[in-house]
């Protein structure tokens, strides 16, 4: 369903250390150790400021767009030719620019080739759970794909003291893994003639 801007920088997770910042750029200096999010924060508008929503008015996610925000130009080119960019962030490369309102600033002791985990998968899936579905201890929940969102969900559901944590995968090897995220019971849609959440009500 995107509208095909090409060519264009791919790539939304990552993790990385400020080379330079814009003018009137105050939050961050250069040396800091950033997290890209693709859901930015102007810290000015009425989502930002809400309890129930992140969606900015001004940096929500948005992959149609190609440019940055301020003067809708790319800042990154080949031959004299745009490159454009990809959910503000354009992480697979080896530098990139990033509107500060996309970037979280971390401790520097944090591996960044573990901790870019954080910037889309596991704070997508924990969040999902912990501030979205808000599940109350003792409930049964069920997570459905036990990727890194999958499991960071899952996650979210051991810590809100689920008493059931139903994982389902097609990949049966995604089942021990899971148990370490608080999977109590497991699913593999291909193992039932039945429609997977007839099996789950079933349980």
Same mark, same amino acid.
Do not use: W
């Given at each position: 369903?995107?509208?095909?801007?090409?060519?264009?920088?791919?790539?939304?997770?990552?993790?990385?250390?400020?080379?330079?910042?814009?003018?009137?750029?105050?939050?961050?200096?250069?040396?800091?150790?950033?997290?890209?999010?693709?859901?930015?924060?102007?810290?000015?508008?009425?989502?930002?400021?809400?309890?129930?929503?992140?969606?900015?008015?001004?940096?929500?996610?948005?992959?149609?767009?190609?440019?940055?925000?301020?003067?809708?130009? $790319?800042?990154?080119?080949?031959?004299?030719?745009?490159?454009?960019?990809?959910?503000?962030? $354009?992480?697979?490369?080896?530098?990139?620019?990033?509107?500060?309102?996309?970037?979280?600033?971390?401790?520097?002791?944090?591996?960044?080739?573990?901790?870019?985990?954080?910037?889309?998968?596991? $704070?997508?899936?924990?969040?999902?759970?912990?501030?979205?579905?808000?599940?109350?201890?003792?409930?049964?929940?069920?997570?459905?794909?036990?990727?890194?969102?999958?499991?960071?969900?899952?996650?979210?559901?051991?810590?809100?003291?689920? $008493?059931?944590?139903?994982?389902?995968?097609?990949?049966?090897?995604?089942?021990?893994?899971?148990?370490?995220?608080?999977?109590?019971?497991?699913?593999?849609?291909?193992?039932?003639?039945?429609?997977?959440?007839?099996?789950?009500?079933?349980?």
């Amino acid at each position: 369903g995107q509208t095909p801007v090409f060519p264009r920088i791919l790539g939304h997770e990552a993790g990385g250390i400020v080379e330079s910042v814009g003018e009137g750029v105050t939050e961050l200096v250069p040396g800091d150790h950033v997290l890209p999010v693709f859901t930015g924060e102007c810290k000015e508008c009425a989502h930002c400021r809400s309890e129930e929503s992140n969606l900015c008015d001004l940096l929500r996610i948005n992959v149609d767009r190609g440019v940055m925000i301020g003067d809708g130009q $790319s800042r990154f080119t080949i031959d004299g030719k745009p490159i454009f960019h990809f959910v503000g962030t $354009s992480t697979f490369s080896e530098y990139t620019v990033i509107h500060v309102g996309c970037l979280a600033k971390i401790d520097p002791e944090a591996p960044l080739d573990k901790v870019c985990l954080l910037s889309c998968g596991i $704070s997508t899936g924990l969040g999902a759970t912990l501030n979205v579905a808000k599940p109350k201890k003792g409930m049964t929940v069920a997570i459905f794909g036990l990727g890194a969102v999958g499991l960071a969900a899952m996650e979210g559901a051991r810590m809100s003291g689920s $008493s059931r944590i139903i994982g389902v995968d097609l990949n049966p090897a995604k089942h021990a893994q899971a148990k370490k995220f608080g999977c109590t019971d497991f699913v593999n849609p291909k193992d039932h003639t039945k429609a997977v959440q007839e099996v789950i009500v079933q349980m």
